[in-house]
C-alpha cells in the first residue's frame, strides 16, 4: 500500500470512528455521509433500484429501528454496542456489490446480515469502523415441486421456506433447524440441522448450487466460484468468503402423516435412567425417528429437580413409531395417548411449541415474539455418561438454577457422509450433540456476569464426558469464549485454537481456500477463516 492511500485509509477510518462515537450530526459528519453514498451510488448499477434509500446513516430516523429489527439477543442491543456507520438493505446483487467494494475503498469492515440470529452478534457489531449489509429485502423462495429444488434467497428465514415448500407440496420438506426466525443465510452457511438431521443429514447436505459476491464484486455461481470456494460455504460460515444472495437447495420426500410427541419426566419420575438408555438407543434407531432432550432446573412441590423433556419427530405413523419404541425403546414406556399423526408443516409448529390448529402463516412472522439475553455453547459425546455422572450433572444444574442443556442424536444418514465431505465434520462416531443455554431477562452486568459464569461453569463440569480431541463445537452455536482472531485478523496459530474446534482437520482446508478465493483478508470478522499462505503460516 503506497503511503497516500494508507494516509486517506487512517484519514476516513478516523472519520470513521469520529462518526460511529457520537451520534450527533456535525458537518464533518455530514460530508462523511455524502461520501459513503456516493460510493454506493457510484458503485451500484444504473439499471438497478436506486441504492440511495436503501442506505441508512445514523441521522436517518429508520437506521436505529432498521439495526434493532434483527438484534436477536439483547445482550448487543445496548448503548454501548458498536454501531455501523452505515446499514444497506440490498434489493438487488448490485447493490451487494456498491457495499462490498465501498467498505474496501474507505478501509471499513462489512458485516453480513440475514436473520441475525448468530448467538455472539457478530453479523452486526465490530470493534472496528463496520457497515452492515442486512439482507432481509432479498428473500424471495422459488419451489420446483415436480423438481423437488428451491431457489432461496439468505434474507428468507426458515419459517418462510417451510411454509414455501408446504404450499406446494404435501409431501416435501427441507432438513433444516426448528426455529423459524433463524437466517437462511446464516444457517446454511454454518451447516444448518433439524429434526430431519438422522434421516436426511444437514441443510448443506441438500444444497446443490449458491450464487455469491466475492471480494471483488464478482457474481458467482457454482460453476464460476469452483468446487473448493463451493466446498466452504456449506459450513464454513459464509462471512469468510463473500456475500451469499441464494441457494439452490434439493428438498426431500417425507410421508403425508408424521407423528410427534412430547413427554416430560422428572428425576422423581425416572428421569435419570431413560437419559441413560437414551444414549444407547438415540443414535441406532430406526433413522427416521429423532428424539430429542431439553433438560431443565426446576422446581417442583418446593423441591429443586430436573425435568428431562423428550420431544420427538417420527417419519411415519403413530402405530409404526409404537412398534419402534416398544422394541428398541422399551423403558421409555411410549403410550398410544402420547402420539399425535399430523402433516410434516404441522410438525414444524408443534416443534415451535405452537398450539395444535394453528394456521402455518405465523411461520411467516419474521420477528420472535420476545427477545432475551442469552449465552450458549455446545459439546459432542462420543461415550454414554454413567448414571452417577448424569447424577453429578443433574446437581451442578440445579445448583447453578439456569442453565438449560439440549441433546440431539446423532447416528443415521449423519455417519454415512464422510468428515470431510462438507466443512461441517461432527458425523460418525458422535452419540449426540450439546447445546448448553443460558437467557435472562434482567438488564445489567451482575446479571450479566452471574449469566455468563452459570454457563461456563456447567461447561466446564462436563469436561470429562465430552469430546477431547478436540473438545468439539458447532459453528453455528457461535461461541466467542472460544477464541477470536486479534492479531490483526490473520494468524492462522490463533485462528486454529477455535478453528479445529468448529473444524477439525477441515480448518487446514478452509484456510486454503480462503487464502485464494479472498488474499486480500477482505471478508474477516473475530471468528473468519483467516488468510495465510504456508510461508507465513510456519513463521509463526
Ligand atoms: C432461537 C434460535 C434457534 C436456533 N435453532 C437452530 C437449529 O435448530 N439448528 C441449527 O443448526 N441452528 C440453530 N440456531 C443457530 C443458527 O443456525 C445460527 O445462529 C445461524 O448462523 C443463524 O443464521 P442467521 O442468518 O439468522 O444469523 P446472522 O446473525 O444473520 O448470521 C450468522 C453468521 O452468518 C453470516 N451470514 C449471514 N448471512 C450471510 C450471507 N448471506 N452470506 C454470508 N454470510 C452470512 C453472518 O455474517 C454471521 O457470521 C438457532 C439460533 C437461535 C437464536
Redesign the pocket.
Known amino acids: 500500500m503506497n503511503l497516500l492511500l494508507l494516509c486517506s485509509v487512517l484519514l476516513l477510518a478516523l472519520q470513521a470512528s469520529l462518526l460511529s462515537s457520537s451520534m450527533a450530526e456535525s458537518p464533518q459528519q455530514d460530508q462523511t455521509q455524502e461520501t459513503y453514498l456516493q460510493c454506493l451510488i457510484d458503485s451500484s448499477d444504473p439499471s438497478s433500484p436506486p441504492i440511495s434509500p436503501l442506505a441508512f446513516f445514523p441521522g436517518n430516523p429508520s437506521y436505529s429501528s432498521v439495526l434493532r429489527s ?1 438484534v ?1 439477543n439483547l445482550r448487543f442491543n445496548s448503548s454501548a454496542t458498536p454501531k455501523p456507520l452505515f446499514i444497506v438493505t440490498p434489493t438487488h446483487v448490485s447493490h451487494i456489490r456498491a457495499s462490498i467494494l465501498c467498505a474496501k475503498i474507505h478501509g471499513l469492515e462489512l ?9 455472539d452478534g ?3 457489531v465490530s470493534q472496528a469502523p463496520f457497515v452492515v449489509v442486512d ?1 432481509f429485502n432479498l428473500r424471495s423462495v422459488d419451489v420446483d415441486a415436480e423438481g423437488g429444488t428451491a431457489w432461496v434467497e ?1 434474507g428468507a428465514t426458515l419459517g418462510e421456506v417451510y411454509y414455501a415448500i408446504a404450499a406446494k407440496s404435501g409431501v416435501h420438506a427441507f432438513p ?4 423459524p ?7 446454511l ?6 429434526n430431519l438431521m438422522r434421516k436426511h443429514g444437514l441443510s448443506v447436505d441438500n444444497v446443490v448450487d449458491a450464487v455469491v459476491v466475492d471480494a471483488s464484486g464478482r457474481v458467482l455461481d457454482r460453476g464460476s466460484m469452483g468446487e473448493d470456494m463451493f466446498w466452504a460455504i456449506r459450513g464454513g ?3 469468510s468468503f ?4 441464494s441457494w439452490k437447495i434439493k428438498l426431500v420426500s417425507v410421508p403425508e402423516v408424521v407423528t410427534v410427541f412430547k413427554v416430560e419426566k422428572t428425576l422423581e419420575q425416572g428421569a435419570t435412567d431413560v437419559v441413560h438408555r437414551w444414549q444407547y438407543v438415540a443414535d441406532k434407531v430406526d433413522e427416521r425417528l429423532f428424539i430429542r432432550i431439553v433438560l431443565l432446573p426446576v422446581v417442583r412441590k418446593d423441591q429443586r429437580t430436573v425435568k428431562a423433556k423428550f420431544v420427538s419427530l417420527f417419519l411415519g405413523r403413530a402405530g409404526d413409531l409404537l412398534d419402534v419404541m416398544s422394541q428398541s425403546f422399551p423403558e421409555f414406556g411410549l403410550e398410544p395417548k402420547d402420539c399425535i399423526e399430523m402433516s410434516w408443516i404441522e410438525s414444524v409448529l408443534f416443534w415451535s411449541n405452537y398450539p395444535t390448529g394453528t394456521s402455518p402463516n405465523v411461520l411467516l412472522q419474521r420477528i ?1 415474539e420476545s427477545e432475551k439475553f442469552l449465552k450458549k455453547k455446545s459439546d459432542y459425546v462420543q461415550e454414554p455418561i454413567s448414571k452417577v455422572a448424569l447424577e453429578g450433572i443433574w446437581e451442578k444444574m440445579m445448583e447453578l438454577k439456569r442453565p438449560a442443556l439440549t441433546f440431539n442424536p446423532y447416528g443415521g444418514r449423519m455417519s454415512k457422509i464422510s468428515e470431510s465431505e462438507t466443512p461441517f465434520p461432527h458425523r460418525a462416531g458422535n452419540i449426540f450433540k450439546i447445546q448448553y443455554s443460558v437467557t435472562w431477562k434482567e438488564e445489567g452486568d451482575e446479571s450479566l456476569n452471574q449469566n455468563l459464569n452459570r454457563i461456563r461453569s456447567i461447561y466446564n463440569h462436563m469436561t470429562p464426558f465430552v469430546a477431547k480431541s478436540p473438545r468439539s463445537s ?1 459453528l ?3 461461541d466467542t469464549d472460544l477464541g477470536i482472531n486479534q492479531i490483526g485478523n490473520e494468524s492462522y496459530s490463533e485462528a486454529s485454537i477455535w478453528g479445529t474446534k468448529y473444524f477439525k482437520a477441515n480448518f487446514d482446508r478452509l484456510v486454503e481456500v480462503k487464502t485464494i478465493v479472498d488474499p486480500g483478508n477482505f471478508f474477516r ?1 473475530e471468528q473468519s477463516i483467516p488468510c495465510t499462505s504456508w510461508p507465513s503460516r510456519m513463521a509463526e
Request: glycine share 26%; with cysteine.
Open positions: 434483527y436477536r458485516r453480513i446480515r440475514s436473520g441475525g440470529h448468530d448467538y457478530l453479523s452486526y439482507m439468505s433444516a433447524g426448528v426455529c426466525t433463524v437466517g437462511v443465510g446464516g444457517h452457511s454454518g451447516a444448518g440441522y433439524g460460515g459464509g462471512a463473500g456475500v451469499i444472495v420472535p458447532y453455528n452455536y457461535r470478522y
